[in-house]
């Protein structure tokens, strides 16, 4: 069975850049068929997809926030990476990372991790 | 970009009956639709995929209908477990995919 884990600081100060990693295991990061996305979820409020990557290295970035994201992806140690840079209290949220298809949604999910920013 | 609109934002439904919640898009997103129920404190789950095919292990009693800009969950009798807030999300021509607002069903 997959399982994606989280894993990476839970508190940040402004303008510092957030760093997180998820770990696959029961599964290839290097499946053709599948996308490793991240989305996040302010507290109490709604789903924002921040980007995804294919296991080429390939990224598919949310535009309001391409500027500031960076995707990375180690097929060797079936991990991929969040780098986030900027960020500010509108950041803290909960970041989820998951397994999607080109033509499907998310079917695999990490268990999310609460980044909070604050000095 | 596209803007996924659903309604109501809450719904107030007895144990036993029909749910039927919207998703609307701002532009067609063809069939490229899909739903997720999400509880307090745990990871969204993907429910419908395709505008109508079940994920696997999803009870029938949820479905999912429409195409283009409307969109139709229906839970045909709402059982305990499946008051949560859900969320639809285009994945047509992305990035980015994006979510609706989501619909809390909650306990009449």
């Known amino acids: 069975q997959l399982q994606l884990q989280e894993s990476g600081p839970e508190l940040v100060k402004p303008s510092e850049t957030l760093s997180l990693t998820c770990t696959v295991s029961?599964?290839?990061?290097?499946?053709?068929?599948?996308?490793w996305g991240w989305v996040r979820q302010p507290p109490g409020k709604g789903l924002e997809s921040l980007g995804s990557?294919?296991?080429?290295?390939?990224?598919y970035y949310n535009p309001s926030l391409k500027s500031r994201v960076t995707m990375s992806i180690d097929t060797s140690k079936n991990q991929f990476s969040l780098n986030l840079n900027s960020m500010a209290a509108a950041d803290t949220a909960v970041y989820y990372c998951?397994?999607?298809?080109?033509?499907?949604?998310?079917?695999?999910w990490g268990q999310g991790i609460l980044v909070t920013v604050s000095s | 970009e596209i803007v996924m609109t659903q309604s109501p934002a809450t719904l107030s439904v007895s144990p036993g009956e029909r749910a039927t919640l919207s998703c609307r898009a701002s532009?067609?997103?063809?069939?490229?639709l899909a739903w997720y129920q999400q509880k307090p404190g745990r990871a969204p789950r993907l429910l419908i995929y395709?505008?109508?095919t079940r994920a696997t292990g999803v009870p029938a009693r949820f479905s999912g209908s429409g195409s283009g800009t409307e969109f139709t969950l229906t839970i045909s009798s709402l059982q305990s477990e499946d008051f949560a807030v859900y969320y639809c999300?285009?994945?047509?021509?992305?990035?980015?995919?994006?979510f609706g607002g989501g619909t809390k069903v909650e306990i009449k």
């Open positions: 998951g397994r999607h298809l080109n033509w499907s949604g998310f079917d695999s």
């Open positions: 029961g599964g290839s990061i290097s499946s053709s068929s599948h996308y």
């Open positions: 990557i294919y296991y080429t290295g390939s990224t």
């Open positions: 532009q067609s997103v063809r069939s490229n």
């Open positions: 395709g505008a109508s």
């Open positions: 999300q285009h994945y047509n021509n992305w990035p980015p995919l994006i």
